[in-house]
């Protein structure tokens, strides 16, 4: 087991940064043409005879492109989805058009979508923290308790942004299929969200044993013998001392 624990910060590590490169990807996605950045947006859906809209419409991060992730808008922290089109709009699903976001994008969609964002944000941010304090790890079992603390806050803050996200875009997908229009979810952003997700849990469990198995050493391991030992042999000596006295009782009261 101790064996086992000196390689638990480290593999820890790998998890968390892969964890973090993916959410980079996703934060990153449309900033420039190159895979796999052009590749990653979480919805693309026809949206030709939409007043304002593009032929085809997808929604990244930061930015509202064309196919391709090309052609996008001026980049926004957390744009409203109805960005997609001008305000007022004819032809778009009725469920997505409301009076937020310039009269472009309705309640429900307008606000999962900005905490979602939010969320991310939160999210990488803490999964930083904890990869730093992920080499404290390495020194023992405060190590481990600082970033597993670290990496599970971050972890419950990217549960969130991913479950919005996912049921954000899912149900406006279903909106414009359900208007006659084809869409399909983005995979890489779905893969690339989901997977960070998996790869934190990993992360924050490895570092959650660390905090555990560092004491085996104390209780169950080597020391522990040791001074079960010890126990037993003290043990000993009073027994064998209390049998002795009373054998040496016994004599007096013979003699006697």
């Given at each position: 087991?101790?064996?086992?624990?000196?390689?638990?910060?480290?593999?820890?590590?790998?998890?968390?940064?892969?964890?973090?490169?993916?959410?980079?990807?996703?934060i990153?996605?449309?900033?420039?043409?190159?895979?796999?950045?052009?590749?990653?947006?979480?919805?693309?859906?026809?949206?030709?005879?939409?007043?304002?809209?593009?032929?085809?419409?997808?929604?990244?991060?930061?930015?509202?492109?064309?196919?391709?992730?090309?052609?996008?808008?001026?980049?926004?922290?957390?744009?409203p989805?109805?960005?997609a089109?001008?305000?007022?709009?004819?032809?778009?699903?009725?469920?997505?058009?409301?009076?937020?976001?310039?009269?472009?994008?309705?309640?429900?969609?307008y606000?999962?979508w900005?905490?979602?964002?939010?969320?991310?944000?939160?999210?990488?941010?803490?999964?930083?923290?904890?990869?730093?304090?992920?080499?404290?790890?390495?020194?023992?079992?405060?190590?481990?308790?600082?970033?597993?603390?670290?990496?599970?806050?971050?972890?419950?803050?990217?549960?969130?942004?991913?479950?919005?996200?996912?049921?954000?875009?899912?149900?406006?997908r279903?909106?414009?299929?359900?208007?006659?229009?084809?869409?399909?979810?983005?995979r890489?952003?779905?893969?690339?969200?989901?997977?960070s997700?998996?790869?934190?849990?990993i992360?924050?469990?490895?570092f959650?044993?660390?905090?555990?198995?560092?004491?085996?050493?104390?209780?169950?391991?080597?020391?522990?013998?040791?001074?079960?030992?010890?126990q037993?042999?003290?043990?000993?000596?009073?027994?064998?001392?209390?049998?002795?006295?009373?054998?040496?009782?016994?004599?007096?009261?013979?003699?006697?």
């Open positions: 087991m101790a064996r086992l624990q000196t390689y638990l910060a480290p593999i820890s590590l790998l998890f968390l940064a892969g964890s973090l490169v993916m959410l980079w990807f996703i990153l996605s449309a900033l420039t043409t190159t895979t796999p950045l052009n590749k990653t947006y979480f919805l693309s859906a026809d949206t030709s005879g939409i007043t304002g809209a593009r032929s085809v419409t997808q929604w990244a991060y930061f930015y509202i492109c064309g196919e391709g992730n090309v052609g996008c808008n001026k980049a926004a922290p957390a744009p989805l109805g960005w089109w001008s305000a007022n709009p004819s032809g778009a699903p009725s469920q997505l058009v409301g009076t937020h976001g310039g009269d472009t994008t309705s309640f429900y969609y606000y999962m900005r905490f979602g964002w939010v969320f991310y944000l939160i999210a990488l941010v803490l999964s930083v923290l904890a990869f730093f304090a992920g080499f404290i790890a390495c020194c023992g079992r405060l190590g481990s308790a600082i970033a597993g603390t670290a990496a599970a806050s971050a972890l419950f803050f990217h549960t969130i942004a991913t479950s919005l996200m996912t049921a954000v875009f899912v149900k406006m279903n909106a414009f299929i359900a208007d006659g229009r084809s869409a399909s979810l983005g890489w952003a779905f893969g690339f969200s989901w997977g997700w998996a790869a934190l849990l992360a924050t469990v490895l959650c044993m660390g905090i555990r198995g560092s004491g085996d050493r104390y209780s169950g391991g080597g020391g522990g013998r040791r001074w079960g030992r010890r037993r042999s003290v043990r000993s000596r009073r027994s064998y001392d209390m049998n002795g006295s009373t054998n040496g009782r016994r004599v007096k009261e013979d003699y006697a």
